[in-house]
């Protein structure tokens, strides 16, 4: 058991130490033209072994080196307090509260919906489409009319950022659980009406628990998803505060490390959302009796 | 009539998913409508259109045994001269009373009752249903739009907070230059470019990987992982290296774009059956030509879901990467400086533009696919 985890793990460790080699390089790379035009004019001519340490400690460095985003990141989140505005922690609890917000509104039209659709007919067959058709439409490009309109209108803080996670989270949600509610076999319904069984108690004790693995399967796509719609609604608000607001305060200022940094702990947040919820789907499916092998 | 025929035919599908269909609606719905005719009558909407509702809705009532396509296009083509009359008294204040009201309402439960009965038909005729199946949305999709327009402009509400789709479309047609100029740069150029370098990116790192089981046991779980990443985020970044025009955005389509197609490619070159391998070793087939000849077609449905998730990717991203940053021109551009100008018009026509370009897009690629992939039991069926 233990030596199957260890066999699947060595080729994803050898692969991220690569990449992290390979960022090396890169930003040695990328970063020795700057140190050349400073040792240019400054009239000095420092040996290229000087050079290629000096790019590793560069202020704005074109590619920051690995070690400065770790650096940057543990002082902007042990180093500062939680509340402060320069912690990413504060930032970071931002996105993830409106991130949040939006993903179980998201989940909770998208469970909605799915109902709806699977028990009416005329439904299905006129909404569905338009459902699927409004995520061929790059939703995040009217994030920033939402935000403004609502703002108009008096709507401010975190519900308009959740709206956005919110459309872009129940599309996954609805789409999975449609199939979720329409999985149970046809052998099954039948033993439902053998059973005598009213549509209400079908469909609390048939159709909703075979869903569930369906529906966390979905949850992970669209929790990950809110994360993205979050940091997005950031954007448009005037770089106030979260890591979208970091990520566009350290482009107008060119902070590559800042927005790296940004960019990791986002890669961070959304990568443990999703485990949470692939683990609460594991337990979940566990106690029901669900879980295949 | 061929309809008649085919009427409650059981198409020998499995009907066994949805045993359950609300016989009270149809009812429901052309008996609403009339009584809310009846009501507008009273409460001094226009007597036309009240008489002609209220006298459709009670036939469907009465007469909906016999035909449902009959019902249907009835009532239907009743809700539409309804929603015209409506719409051209929209602007006279006078005229918007309770009694309106009634009838938009009216009017538009009476197109709700045809796309109920329209979706009731069971039919064994191929083209028929495809027909059906296309008419039904956007019957649904236009009373949206008829609804949209009846409220913004009978309820007054600011342009700024929703215009109406018709100011929309008039600003559509008044700034084609701007918008086709929007369009060249960011979907000709970034989306289509980044697009095409991404898918193909992918694509290739999956053959080159495809050999060593090692960097694909490495790679998969760090594709998968990024596929969930916020990958738009990188869009500032690429700003800075690649500078404010269409290359810069076309670099975040890249990224966007490449890891699923990386993860669906390598998990479609592994779809073919051990059989199927056997046959092919039994040919004595080399290497490439069983991989050109049985895994790559049998990867295709997995690539084509790559292709169609990354649509829509490629356009979110370039879209979004223009919030970064861009000359004065592109979508995201022009969508993010007209917000705060307050033009929501502009924005919303601009939002079609996207809307259009992003469904033209999926809609190629899912024909590409059903052309390709025509073997697949998806498709066949």
Same mark, same amino acid.
């Given at each position: 058991?233990?030596?199957?985890?260890?066999?699947?793990?060595?080729?994803?460790?050898?692969?991220?130490?690569?990449?992290?080699?390979?960022?090396?390089?890169?930003?040695?790379?990328?970063?020795? *033209?700057?140190?050349?035009?400073?040792?240019?004019?400054?009239?000095?001519?420092?040996?290229?072994?000087?050079?290629?340490?000096?790019?590793?400690?560069?202020?704005?460095?074109?590619?920051?080196?690995?070690?400065?985003?770790?650096?940057?990141?543990?002082?902007?989140?042990?180093?500062?307090?939680?509340?402060?505005?320069?912690?990413?922690?504060?930032?970071?609890?931002?996105?993830?509260?409106?991130?949040?917000?939006?993903?179980?509104?998201?989940?909770?039209?998208?469970?909605?919906?799915?109902?709806?659709?699977?028990?009416?007919?005329?439904?299905?067959?006129?909404?569905?489409?338009?459902?699927?058709?409004?995520?061929?439409?790059?939703?995040?490009?009217?994030?920033?009319?939402?935000?403004?309109?609502?703002?108009?209108?008096?709507?401010?803080?975190?519900?308009?950022?959740?709206?956005?996670?919110?459309?872009?989270?129940?599309?996954?949600?609805?789409?999975?659980?449609?199939?979720?509610?329409?999985?149970?076999?046809?052998?099954?319904?039948?033993?439902?009406?053998?059973?005598?069984?009213?549509?209400?108690?079908?469909?609390?004790?048939?159709?909703?628990?075979?869903?569930?693995?369906?529906?966390?399967?979905?949850?992970?796509?669209?929790?990950?998803?809110?994360?993205?719609?979050?940091?997005?609604?950031?954007?448009?608000?005037?770089?106030?505060?979260?890591?979208?607001?970091?990520?566009?305060?350290?482009?107008?200022?060119?902070?590559?490390?800042?927005?790296?940094?940004?960019?990791?702990?986002? *890669?961070?947040?959304?990568?443990?959302?999703?485990?949470?919820? /692939?683990?609460? /789907?594991?337990?979940?499916?566990?106690?029901?009796?669900?879980?295949?092998? | 009539?061929?309809?008649?025929?085919?009427?409650?035919?059981?198409?020998?599908?499995?009907?066994?998913?949805?045993?359950?269909?609300?016989?009270?609606?149809?009812?429901?719905?052309?008996?609403?409508?009339?009584?809310?005719?009846?009501?507008?009558?009273?409460?001094?909407?226009?007597?036309?259109?009240?008489?002609?509702?209220?006298?459709?809705?009670?036939?469907?009532?009465?007469?909906?045994?016999?035909?449902?396509?009959?019902?249907?296009?009835?009532?239907?083509?009743?809700?539409?001269?309804?929603?015209?009359?409506?719409?051209?008294?929209?602007?006279? =204040?006078?005229?918007?009373?309770?009694?309106?009201?009634?009838?938009?309402?009216?009017?538009?439960?009476?197109?709700?009752?045809?796309?109920?009965?329209?979706?009731?038909?069971?039919?064994?005729?191929?083209?028929?249903?495809?027909?059906?199946?296309?008419?039904?949305?956007?019957?649904?999709?236009?009373?949206?739009?008829?609804?949209?327009?009846?409220?913004?402009?009978?309820?007054?509400?600011?342009?700024?907070?929703?215009?109406?789709?018709?100011?929309?479309?008039?600003?559509?047609?008044?700034?084609?230059?701007?918008?086709?100029?929007?369009?060249?740069?960011?979907?000709?150029?970034?989306?289509?470019?980044?697009?095409?370098?991404?898918?193909?990116?992918?694509?290739?790192?999956?053959?080159?990987?495809?050999?060593? =089981?090692?960097?694909?046991?490495?790679?998969?779980?760090?594709?998968?992982?990024?596929?969930?990443?916020?990958?738009?985020?990188?869009?500032?970044?690429?700003?800075?290296?690649?500078?404010?025009?269409?290359?810069?955005?076309?670099?975040?389509?890249?990224?966007?774009?490449?890891?699923?197609?990386?993860?669906?490619?390598?998990?479609?070159?592994?779809?073919?059956?051990?059989?199927?391998?056997?046959?092919?070793?039994?040919?004595?087939?080399?290497?490439?030509?069983?991989?050109?000849?049985?895994?790559?077609?049998?990867?295709?449905?997995?690539?084509?879901?790559?292709?169609?998730?990354?649509?829509?990717?490629?356009?979110?991203?370039?879209?979004?990467?223009?919030?970064?940053?861009?000359?004065?021109?592109?979508?995201?551009?022009?969508?993010?400086?007209?917000?705060?100008?307050?033009?929501?018009?502009?924005?919303?026509?601009?939002?079609?533009?996207?809307?259009?370009?992003?469904?033209?897009?999926?809609?190629?690629?899912?024909?590409?696919?059903?052309?390709?992939?025509?073997?697949?039991?998806?498709?066949?069926?």
């Amino acid at each position: 058991m233990v030596s199957r985890h260890v066999n699947a793990a060595i080729p994803v460790i050898v692969v991220t130490l690569a990449i992290v080699v390979l960022w090396y390089v890169g930003a040695a790379l990328l970063n020795l *033209s700057w140190e050349k035009s400073v040792a240019e004019r400054n009239g000095t001519a420092p040996s290229t072994i000087e050079m290629l340490r000096n790019t590793m400690h560069q202020e704005r460095p074109v590619l920051p080196a690995p070690h400065q985003v770790v650096s940057e990141i543990i002082d902007t989140t042990i180093h500062k307090k939680i509340t402060s505005k320069r912690s990413l922690i504060y930032h970071a609890g931002i996105t993830l509260s409106s991130s949040m917000l939006g993903f179980l509104m998201g989940t909770l039209l998208g469970i909605v919906l799915a109902v709806i659709i699977v028990y009416n007919d005329a439904l299905n067959k006129s909404l569905l489409p338009w459902i699927i058709a409004s995520q061929t439409i790059p939703i995040l490009a009217i994030a920033p009319m939402i935000i403004v309109v609502l703002n108009a209108v008096g709507i401010q803080g975190l519900l308009p950022k959740a709206f956005i996670s919110m459309y872009l989270s129940f599309f996954p949600v609805a789409v999975g659980m449609v199939k979720g509610l329409n999985s149970p076999s046809s052998s099954h319904l039948d033993l439902m009406r053998t059973y005598s069984a009213s549509s209400w108690q079908t469909f609390l004790k048939l159709r909703l628990p075979t869903s569930l693995p369906f529906l966390f399967t979905s949850m992970k796509v669209a929790v990950a998803i809110s994360v993205v719609g979050a940091i997005v609604a950031e954007l448009p608000t005037g770089a106030v505060a979260g890591l979208g607001a970091r990520l566009l305060a350290g482009s107008y200022y060119g902070q590559t490390v800042q927005i790296w940094s940004a960019l990791v702990v986002a *890669s961070v947040l959304a990568a443990l959302l999703v485990v949470i919820v /692939g683990w609460l /789907g594991d337990f979940v499916n566990r106690r029901m009796g669900l879980a295949h092998g | 009539m061929a309809e008649s025929v085919n009427l409650h035919v059981i198409t020998g599908e499995p009907q066994a998913a949805r045993p359950y269909r609300f016989r009270a609606m149809e009812r429901f719905l052309f008996g609403g409508a009339g009584m809310l005719a009846l009501l507008g009558l009273l409460l001094q909407a226009p007597w036309q259109i009240s008489l002609a509702t209220l006298a459709v809705a009670l036939i469907a009532f009465l007469q909906l045994k016999r035909s449902r396509l009959l019902a249907a296009i009835a009532t239907g083509a009743m809700a539409l001269v309804a929603a015209n009359s409506l719409i051209d008294l929209v602007d006279q =204040p006078e005229a918007i009373n309770a009694g309106f009201w009634c009838l938009v309402a009216a009017a538009w439960l009476l197109a709700w009752g045809c796309v109920d009965q329209l979706s009731a038909i069971k039919t064994l005729s191929r083209s028929y249903r495809t027909v059906l199946n296309v008419l039904i949305p956007v019957l649904f999709g236009l009373w949206l739009l008829i609804l949209w327009e009846l409220l913004t402009r009978g309820l007054n509400v600011p342009q700024v907070l929703l215009p109406a789709p018709s100011q929309i479309g008039q600003r559509f047609m008044e700034s084609r230059a701007i918008l086709w100029m929007d369009f060249k740069q960011t979907f000709l150029r970034a989306v289509l470019i980044g697009y095409a370098i991404g898918c193909g990116a992918g694509f290739i790192v999956a053959i080159l990987i495809d050999r060593s =089981p090692f960097l694909q046991r490495g790679l998969l779980p760090i594709g998968n992982l990024v596929s969930a990443l916020p990958i738009v985020g990188v869009a500032p970044i690429m700003v800075m290296w690649f500078g404010f025009d269409w290359p810069s955005k076309a670099a975040v389509v890249i990224i966007m774009t490449f890891f699923p197609m990386l993860v669906n490619t390598v998990s479609g070159l592994s779809a073919a059956q051990p059989m199927q391998h056997d046959l092919m070793k039994t040919y004595a087939a080399s290497y490439w030509q069983s991989l050109f000849k049985l895994r790559i077609p049998e990867a295709l449905p997995f690539i084509f879901n790559a292709l169609k998730i990354n649509s829509t990717l490629a356009m979110i991203g370039a879209i979004v990467a223009e919030f970064f940053g861009t000359p004065t021109l592109g979508m995201g551009f022009r969508i993010s400086t007209e917000v705060g100008r307050m033009n929501v018009d502009m924005v919303w026509a601009e939002i079609a533009v996207a809307a259009l370009a992003g469904s033209l897009f999926y809609g190629l690629v899912a024909l590409l696919e059903r052309i390709f992939t025509f073997w697949h039991p998806s498709v066949r069926s």
